[in-house]
């Protein structure tokens, strides 16, 4: 069983930043690829970003030079550092691991 808990969403101006955090239980978190999704009202889950345990990363191409995913597995904790925000950034943001989900976190991106 792993949990997952993601942090660090909020309300931020067009243009700002944010980093969302997604802390792993366990020991596992080291041997898999995190992924991160979002999902905006209305609209189906979309995957924005993935790290494998190797360290590769890929982003959907609306995040692509904005985004940035990365992990530290000391911590078993990964991270989506997100500048240059939009309002069609605006979404629940989920992180995942296997067939493990966390929570989400809101991020909402408006003047």
């Known amino acids: 069983q792993v949990q997952l808990v993601e942090s660090g969403g909020g309300v931020v101006q067009p243009g700002g930043s944010l980093r969302l955090s997604c802390a792993a239980s366990g020991s596992i978190f080291r041997f898999y690829t995190m992924d991160w999704y979002r999902q905006a009202p209305g609209a189906e889950r979309e995957l924005v970003a993935t790290i494998t345990s190797g360290y590769g990363t890929n982003y959907a191409d609306s995040v692509k030079g904005r985004f940035t995913i990365s992990r530290d597995n000391a911590r078993n904790t990964g991270y989506l550092q997100m500048n240059s925000l939009k309002p069609e950034d605006t979404a629940v943001y989920y992180c995942?691991?296997?067939?493990?989900w966390g929570q989400g976190t809101q991020v909402t991106v408006s003047s």
């Open positions: 995942a691991i296997m067939n493990y």
